[in-house]
């Protein structure tokens, strides 16, 4: 599993790849607190979500949306994602922290979750996407 920044013109671009949707979907939620707070994050709070999407890519947005909800509204930054997808339903245990100015401090605000350039695929290495968060 792994995910990396690549160019993009205005926003954060990102490109993640794990062996199953279940683990690609915990990345790119990595990789959307990775680009937020930087990598000085820990467990200890958790919080369950449940999405139902109409396809794959809503699926995705919903969900990362609903992680930056989460973390502006409760004051949290999540260090890991543990999920579940059943078809076009997804669960989540989100493990986190309170947001702590001291360390928290090194990324980038990110205001949404795009649909542009929205990207998911696989073969027979595992699965891939490409996301744009909106900074």
């Known amino acids: 599993m792994s995910f990396k920044e690549i160019p993009h013109?205005?926003?954060?671009k990102i490109r993640a790849?794990?062996?199953t949707p279940d683990a690609l979907f915990g990345e790119a939620c990595a990789a959307l607190m990775q680009v937020m707070y930087g990598d000085d994050r820990r467990g200890g709070t958790k919080k369950e979500c449940d999405i139902i999407g109409e396809?794959?890519?809503s699926l995705?947005?919903?969900f990362l949306s609903e992680v930056l909800y989460l973390t502006e509204v409760?004051?949290?930054v999540f260090s890991r994602a543990d999920v579940k997808l059943d078809g076009?339903?997804?669960?989540?245990?989100?493990?986190?922290?309170p947001f702590d100015p001291a360390r928290h401090n090194k990324g980038t605000e990110v205001k949404g979750i795009s649909y542009s350039g929205l990207k998911?695929?696989?073969?027979?290495?595992?699965f891939?996407?490409?996301i744009v968060f909106d900074v």
């Open 120 to 126: 998911i695929s696989h073969d027979a290495k595992g």
């Open 9 to 12: 013109t205005a926003d954060v």
């Open 88 to 97: 076009l339903h997804l669960h989540a245990v989100l493990d986190g922290e």
């Open 17 to 19: 790849e794990a062996p």
């Open 60 to 62: 995705l947005c919903d």
């Open 74 to 76: 409760d004051g949290l």
């Open 55 to 57: 396809d794959q890519e």
């Open 128 to 130: 891939m996407l490409e």
